[in-house]
C-alpha cells in the first residue's frame, strides 16, 4: 500500500499533542539520533521522499538512498 502523504511526523512515537508535532516534508533537513545503520549521530540529512506518516527516504552514509524510521532522526 502507497500512502499519499505530504509529511512526516519525527515525533510520533512520542504521541505528541497537536501543537507538538513536529512534520517534515521532502527537501526538509533533519538530524540522526543514531550512530548506526549508515547514519552518524547529528548529521544533517535531506528527506528526499516522504514514504508514510512513520517513514521517511534519505540518503544515508553509504551513498545510497534508503528508507528510515522517523524514531532516527530530530529537528
Known amino acids: 500500500m502507497r500512502w499519499n502523504t505530504l509529511f512526516a511526523i519525527l515525533n510520533w512515537f512520542d504521541d505528541p ?10 527537501g526538509d ?16 540529512y535531506e528527506v528526499i521522499e516522504v514514504n508514510s506518516p512513520t517513514m521517511i527516504t534519505i540518503m544515508n ?15
Do not use: M
Open 61 to 75: 552514509d553509504a551513498n545510497k538512498f534508503d528508507i528510515y524510521t522517523v524514531e532516527y532522526f530530530k529537528l
Open 29 to 44: 533537513r533533519v538530524k540522526s539520533v543514531v550512530n548506526d545503520f549508515n547514519l552518524t549521530e547529528d548529521k544533517e
Open 17 to 26: 499533542r497537536l501543537s507538538e508535532v513536529e512534520k517534515v516534508e521532502k
